[in-house]
């Protein structure tokens, strides 16, 4: 009986269908992808766009605000292989600028507008002022040497110090930069005075 069931289910045509079969719903069909005429163009049809490099970025950003990159010195019409200054067109020992005073009685090659030390040269004063002014030492068994005595707790990882005394000597380091600044500034200004002409007592 059950089999019988099955076999008249089976037999029975299929809704929306006059045959006994599915019927399937009728597409359009799409426009052609090599086609160029009428509608809008696939994605396929062209070549696959590719985002511009950041090089190329910065130098069209760069002629944009009319930036050279490489600018030459034009001393020597045009025969200096140095690179100009930044803002200028010659380079800095053909527009006269005198040689930075060096470091601890080394010379130095740079040259700079005012005759103070370059930024290398201030670089190596400062840290030569900041190990005589505030000396560390170390120890072997990963404890903190101290900073302005002994302390003995651990260390931190990569640093000699712990904690605690990383901000003391921090501070303190602050506190000598600043100090050292100040004097340069200071003989800087009075050097740059008395260089300065002297201007004549106007008569009444």
């Given at each position: ?15 929306g ?124 068994d ?15 990882p990569?640093?000699?110090?712990c ?5 003391a ?35 009444s």
């Open positions: 009986m059950i089999s019988g069931r099955l076999k008249a289910t089976a037999a029975m045509p299929v809704p269908s006059t045959a006994g079969t599915a019927a399937v719903p009728h597409q359009a069909p799409g426009p052609d992808r090599h086609s160029t005429g009428g509608g809008r163009r696939r994605w396929e049809d062209g070549p696959t766009p590719t985002p511009p490099a950041r090089a190329e970025l910065e130098q069209q950003e760069q002629l944009r605000r009319g930036i050279d990159r490489h600018p030459v010195c034009e001393a020597d019409d045009g025969r200096c292989p140095t690179l100009a200054v930044v803002g200028e067109t010659q380079c800095a020992e053909h527009l006269g600028w005198p040689l930075c005073p060096g470091h601890d009685g080394h010379p130095c090659t740079a040259r700079t507008r005012t005759g103070n030390q370059c930024a290398t040269c201030q670089d190596e004063a400062r840290y030569a002022h900041l190990d005589a002014a505030l000396p560390m030492t170390t120890t072997d990963g404890t903190c040497p101290g900073h302005v005595g002994p302390c003995g707790r651990a260390a931190m990569g640093d000699p110090y904690a605690r005394c990383r901000i000597s921090q501070r303190d380091r602050d506190r000598v930069i600043q100090e050292w600044e100040a004097v340069r500034d200071a003989a800087v200004a009075t050097a740059k005075a008395q260089e300065a002409p002297q201007e004549a007592p106007v008569r």
